[in-house]
């Protein structure tokens, strides 16, 4: 078998058998073979990487599998509650102004003897319920603490096993939800401490007040 040498303008051709071969023609065609695997292999890699920006935007839309809020909404309405059952003198600034026209604004002065000796006990009575309120919403304060400890549990774990950005964010404002329960928590826990100390503070003014009138009325007799 021998190779016949063929002109060619450019490059060497060797007949093989009655075939032509051109050395040059073969190094551009796997020239042109390999870039084409090139191209598909970047369009392969594009598409791989459009599926995972798929998947990671479905990650980022799936919703919190957990969620507190029936949990923090019961605990805001437990303190709500027990501040609306406050006894004698509610948080109403109307209800406030009308106990303290008849019970402690001016102390009555011009009363007779037996409406201080009533004023004075409903005075006492205002200061005990007030206090009695404010033990009551405390305990139901601290009664929180365990329900916000669960629930901080819960969604520090799963913000930390969330798969997305929205799993992320809705952990991220739920714990921020348990911090705004936890504050009016304190809020509600210091307005009735605040509450009782006042009316005990307006109680003692008052029976100052009435002790010096009926003083008064003693050595005027």
Do not use: H
Not at 60 to 74: I, Y
Request: glycine letters at 6%; hydrophobic letters at 40%.
């Amino acid at each position: 078998m021998t190779l016949t040498a063929m002109p060619g303008p450019a490059s060497a051709q060797f007949g093989l058998g009655g075939i032509v071969y051109d050395p040059t023609n073969y190094a551009q065609n796997v020239l042109t073979a390999a870039r084409s695997l090139q191209q598909i292999n970047n369009q392969i890699r594009q598409i791989q990487n459009q599926a995972q920006s798929l998947i990671n935007e479905a990650r980022n839309l799936a919703s919190l599998p957990v969620s507190t809020l029936s949990t923090l909404t019961n605990q805001i309405n437990q303190t709500r509650q027990l501040l609306t059952e406050a006894q004698r003198i509610a948080y109403r600034v109307r209800d406030i102004q009308q106990a303290f026209t008849q019970r402690y604004n001016g102390a009555n002065l011009t009363a007779s003897s037996s409406q201080m000796v009533a004023n004075a006990n409903a005075r006492w009575q205002d200061s005990v319920g007030a206090y009695q309120d404010a033990l009551e919403v405390q305990a139901g304060v601290v009664g929180n603490i365990d329900g916000a400890r669960g629930s901080i549990e819960t969604l520090v774990t799963a913000s930390q096993s969330a798969t997305g950005a929205l799993q992320a964010s809705q952990a991220g404002n739920q714990l921020l939800a348990l911090q705004s329960q936890q504050l009016a928590d304190l809020t509600a826990a210091v307005a009735a401490q605040g509450r009782a100390q006042a009316l005990e503070a307006a109680r003692n003014a008052a029976e100052e007040a009435e002790a010096r009138e009926r003083l008064r009325r003693f050595f005027k007799k």
